[in-house]
């Protein structure tokens, strides 16, 4: 059974960082891609980024190209959204999503399992 588990959500000032937490179990996920997804009040699930556990290689919606940052820790099982200069229209619940393929997409529904998600509120 796999699971995902998003943390390190919360309120922070425009301008401001936070990094998310997503701590993978239940596979090895070794041939996994990883994604982050994110969805605002009214509004549809939105690509954030995404990186192939085993390629490295890594993804980004251009709305946050050069201040958010995907990466992996092998030994964790953990993946993590480092996002820095946030904005207010980050706001979002963020959401972590595996992919049982080694390719990255930024399709959601490319994407076998989910977390509950952590909410990020940025106040301007």
């Known amino acids: 059974q796999v699971q995902l588990v998003e943390s390190g959500g919360g309120l922070v000032q425009a301008g401001g960082s936070l990094r998310l937490s997503c701590a993978a179990s239940?596979?090895?996920?070794?041939?996994?891609?990883m994604g982050w997804f994110r969805q605002a009040p009214g509004q549809e699930r939105e690509f954030v980024a995404a990186?192939?556990?085993?390629?490295?290689?890594?993804v980004y919606a251009d709305s946050v190209k050069r201040r958010f940052t995907i990466s992996r820790d092998n030994a964790k099982n953990t993946v993590y959204l480092q996002m820095s200069s946030l904005k207010p229209e980050d706001t979002a619940d963020y959401y972590c999503?595996?992919?049982?393929?080694?390719?990255?997409?930024?399709?959601?529904?490319?994407?076998?399992?989910w977390g509950q998600g952590t909410q990020v509120t940025v106040s301007s």
């Open positions: 990186m192939s556990w085993s390629l490295g290689n890594t």
């Open positions: 999503a595996a992919r049982a393929r080694p390719y990255t997409s930024s399709r959601h529904y490319d994407y076998d399992y």
């Open positions: 239940g596979r090895t996920f070794s041939t996994y891609a």
